[in-house]
Nanobody, 121 residues
Framework: QVHLVESGGGLVQAGGSLRLSCAAS????????MGWYRQAPGNQRELVAR???????EYADSVKGRFAVSRDNTNNTVYLQMNDLKPEDTAVYYC???????????????WGQGTQVTVSS
């Protein structure tokens, strides 16, 4: 059993900052990739940022230069530092991790419960 637990969402004014955290726990052999997605009302879930176990980064164009994703491999935790937040960043943010539970299993995708980020203008 694998669990992803997120924290750090909330309400912030435009131009402000928030930091999201997501810790993976349970039966984990390796985590090739961790990242963040978001979903605003009426929209599809979209990639925000992700990072591989080797440190390869990928960002949505809309957050480049404002958001930074990082991870602590020792503690199976991924972070999202969000700066210069805009009202259009308002969404539920979901942690995502590609995890192998044993050396013999395939990699499966796991999701956190989601955390609300609201940016007021």
């Amino acid at each position: 059993q694998v669990h992803l637990v997120e924290s750090g969402g909330g309400l912030v004014q435009a131009g402000g900052s928030l930091r999201l955290s997501c810790a993976a726990s349970g039966r984990i052999f390796s985590i090739p990739q961790m990242g963040w997605y978001r979903q605003a009302p009426g929209n599809q879930r979209e990639l925000v940022a992700r990072i591989s176990s080797f440190g390869r980064l990928e960002y949505a164009d809309s957050v480049k230069g404002r958001f930074a994703v990082s991870r602590d491999n020792t503690n199976n935790t991924v972070y999202l530092q969000m700066n210069d937040l805009k009202p259009e960043d308002t969404a539920v943010y979901y942690c995502n991790a590609l995890i192998k539970t044993t050396i013999a299993t395939v990699t499966n995708a796991y999701w956190g419960q989601g955390t609300q980020v609201t940016v007021s203008s």
